[in-house]
């Protein structure tokens, strides 16, 4: 009996110790999204997509990095949503884009999206929002606060994951 309940731990250690390196993202019920949704999944509309989230990524950083709270976030977002469609206006003419384009702050509707094992419900969240053209294609959205996205789009931010539980195994099996 104490033979299998020791291969049954094992195999129990050995399967959580396979899932310790993944990195569930679990966003707070008091959050604020930013997504943009291109006209198409044309190579074109992609392009154009990723060039608006680059600025938008980079616009928001600056704007956000010292907010403590979810209503200051709202605040500066708020304070500054006509400086944000004023510079996504002023990209979108320099890369003589022929649509139109809209932005709004609000709750938004997000379809139930699977990224990287996990699973993110739909509903409606509250959110920045830019639709380009018809806003028919494949789109992208993070987390503007707390800031999960906007991480990636500061270089001087490293973050570094690690797991307490494999640190612990590591500490004794080296």
């Known amino acids: 009996m104490k033979k ?8 129990l250690l050995f399967f959580l110790a396979g899932n310790i390196g993944e990195a569930k993202v679990i966003i707070p019920d008091e959050a604020i999204r930013l997504r943009v949704i291109p006209n198409s999944n044309s190579e074109y509309d992609q392009n154009i997509k990723t060039k ?5 990524q980079q616009n928001m950083t600056k704007l956000l990095k ?3 709270s979810i209503d200051e976030a709202r605040q500066i977002i708020n304070e500054n949503l006509s400086i944000i469609d004023n510079d996504i206006k ?9 649509l139109g384009y809209k ?9 139930k999206k699977e990224f990287k094992g996990v699973v993110y419900d739909e509903g409606y969240y509250e959110s920045v929002v830019v639709t ?3 806003g028919r294609g494949d789109n992208w959205w993070c987390v503007l606060f707390p800031p999960l996205c906007l991480m990636e789009a500061s270089e001087s931010d490293k973050v570094e994951y690690a797991s ?11």
């Open 4 to 11: 299998i309940v020791f291969i049954l731990s094992f195999i």
């Open 52 to 56: 608006v989230k680059n600025n938008l």
């Open 66 to 68: 010292n907010s403590e």
């Open 90 to 98: 002023k990209l979108l003419d320099s890369e003589k884009y022929p």
């Open 103 to 111: 932005i709004n702050f609000g709750y938004n509707y997000f379809p």
């Open 132 to 134: 380009l053209g018809e």
């Open 164 to 174: 307490f539980v494999k640190t612990i195994i590591d500490k004794y099996t080296k």
